[in-house]
């Protein structure tokens, strides 16, 4: 219940012996040595919708980087695609950036050498250094310390004495239940949390612009790169990116301090999490590239015979001068085959950015749908000067919908019966740091009880989810908020006792709501399961200053008022 929380620890405390919480079936468990030549994780084969991930307290640096966390991106890479489908997998796609440098060091001494040799021979991972995109988990090699920590955000802060440990993490899911604590976030701890990493940029990685995004951190995050300070995002629920390019060292080691609080841990009507609970990536490109979420695919007409295939592009130049840039697009289809083809000629003036488009058809299309979701994938090309200087690549599903108020909704022409779900961010026992296979295997329990929908309860989901609802063919309500402007209500100790606050997202909705809001579109906006857009949850009060004006003042909703305040969570 969203009053009761959902998360437990990630070790055995606070949890009854005997107690079989969940079932998750592991095939091909091998465990890499600790120390010398080993990390002292766990790597799982066999079927990624079977897989789970361990988390414990290990406040030992050793034991599996401090946190126990498996390393379910190995049995991810063996999963089953269809062909032509390029599936986002933050994690599980990119190779990882070793850390560098200093005591911060989560590899031992023998380990490192191994990493920053995997990390300079990039065409080996089918990542060449002269490829004009570049992308590199930063999951890896994190040193953690919870409490404040006066001037962690310098370069020469000495964190040899934090906790070892890999991203994703949710240091409250490791805490112990108190049931003083809030109820509604799972009787589980809060505070101030910090993460440094360091890090060397490969040689082929120099004079390119380099950005960091995070695809989440719980909560008022902000972060700095050698010392400079990159921006401050209240919302744990939307990803974000920073431009590192200005501040970093090429030739030296560089450092990324990030900072998450939540001090007021009653901070929301069920569990939340706590930290960088999310992927972390670099991303490099040369001055002329896509901008951030810039490709935007729809499938506008829909015949028996063909599909419309209707693409817009923001391209941007961080150059000093004008460019002339020939922007291709081809759509491959599900079996691998190129199925369409487009292009267009544009000028993009020196630190600016233009938005350009293209149109084909696609003749006899396979159409996405739950029964059959078929896969197709853009690939965008931006060319100057005859050389490819930026490709990007974006999953699609080619598909129709429409909602009639007498008929219902309709997909692919066809009238299709919504059988959905609510369903939360967190995983259970492993708190809000959810491995994909453990997602995965929800879903599909989700769909063997009948259900072909998800409401995305009432934040965005990780990245990972909308991949995963593409590929089986959910539908989903993606939705925004759960408060605009006021705050709801939630006992700040255990449940039911002393006076109820507001401390929450509405402290935050009058500064941040539009941005988030549309930060989320432009990153999700391209998954075909994605049907509905929610801009809120339950935020019909009559004093909120976005209401429909006639039930302001409706005799219905005065009682529901005091004090200029809704005495209640939801008004009917």
């Known amino acids: 219940g969203k009053q009761g929380g959902g998360a437990a620890t990630g070790g055995d405390h606070g949890r009854p012996e005997g107690d079989v919480v969940d079932e998750v079936a592991v095939h091909d468990v091998e465990v890499d040595p600790v120390g010398a030549g080993g990390t002292g994780a766990l790597h799982f084969g066999g079927d990624p919708a079977e897989v789970g991930r361990e988390q414990g307290r290990g406040d030992d640096a050793g034991q599996g980087h401090g946190n126990k966390q498996c390393a379910h991106r190995g049995a991810l890479g063996k999963e089953k695609q269809q062909p032509g489908a390029y599936a986002r997998r933050p994690g599980d796609r990119f190779p990882a950036i070793a850390e560098s440098g200093g005591g911060s060091s989560a590899l031992s001494g023998a380990m490192r050498p191994i990493f920053l040799s995997i990390l300079l021979g990039l065409a080996a991972t089918g990542l060449a250094a002269d490829e004009p995109r570049l992308e590199a988990s930063l999951d890896g090699g994190w040193r953690f310390h919870l409490g404040p920590a006066t001037g962690a955000e310098a370069p020469g802060f000495d964190d040899s004495g934090w906790r070892a440990l890999d991203l994703p993490h949710d240091w409250s899911a490791e805490g112990e239940f108190n049931p003083k604590q809030a109820s509604g976030t799972g009787f589980l701890p809060g505070g101030t949390g910090w993460y440094r990493k360091r890090f060397t940029l490969p040689a082929g990685w120099h004079g390119r612009q380099v950005a960091v995004e995070f695809d989440g951190v719980m909560r008022h995050s902000d972060v700095w790169v050698n010392g400079r300070h990159l921006g401050h995002r209240p919302s744990g629920y939307v990803g974000f990116r920073y431009d590192l390019t200005p501040h970093l060292r090429a030739a030296g080691v560089n450092v990324i301090a990030v900072r998450a609080q939540r001090e007021n841990v009653a901070d929301s009507r069920w569990y939340p999490g706590s930290g960088i609970y999310r992927h972390v990536r670099l991303v490099a490109t040369g001055p002329l590239a896509v901008a951030p979420w810039g490709v935007f695919v729809t499938t506008p007409r829909i015949t028996g015979n063909s599909a419309d295939i209707a693409v817009t592009a923001t391209i941007a130049n961080q150059s000093g001068e004008e460019r002339a840039v020939r922007v291709e697009w081809a759509v491959v289809g599900p079996q691998g085959d190129q199925v369409g083809a487009m292009a267009t000629d544009q000028r993009i003036p020196a630190g600016g950015q233009e938005e350009c488009g293209g149109w084909c058809q696609v003749p006899a299309p396979r159409l996405w749908s739950p029964e059959d979701p078929a896969l197709h994938t853009l690939v965008t090309k931006v060319v100057a000067d005859g050389k490819l200087v930026d490709e990007t690549r974006v999953t699609f599903g080619i598909r129709s919908i429409r909602f009639d108020p007498a008929a219902g909704f309709f997909l692919n022409g066809k009238p299709t019966r919504i059988k959905g779900v609510c369903l939360h961010h967190d995983g259970g026992v492993v708190g809000a740091a959810v491995p ?137």
């Open 436 to 572: 994909a296979g453990v997602l995965e295997r929800r879903l599909r329990l989700l769909m063997g009880i009948g259900a072909n929908a998800v409401r995305c309860s009432h934040n965005p989901m990780a990245p990972e989810f909308y991949d995963i609802c593409d590929r089986l063919g959910l539908l989903v309500m993606d939705e925004a908020f759960d408060e605009w402007e006021i705050g709801k209500r939630k006992w700040v100790e255990g449940r039911n006792h002393g006076e109820a606050q507001r401390f929450g997202y509405a402290e935050d909705f009058k500064a941040w709501a539009e941005r988030d809001l549309a930060d989320m579109v432009r990153q999700h906006r391209n998954h075909p399961s994605v049907i509905l857009w929610s801009i809120g949850n339950e935020i019909d009060y009559p004093t909120d200053p976005y209401v429909h004006p006639p039930s302001r003042h409706a005799p219905d909703f005065d009682s529901f008022v005091q004090n200029g305040h809704p005495s209640v969570t939801r008004l009917l």
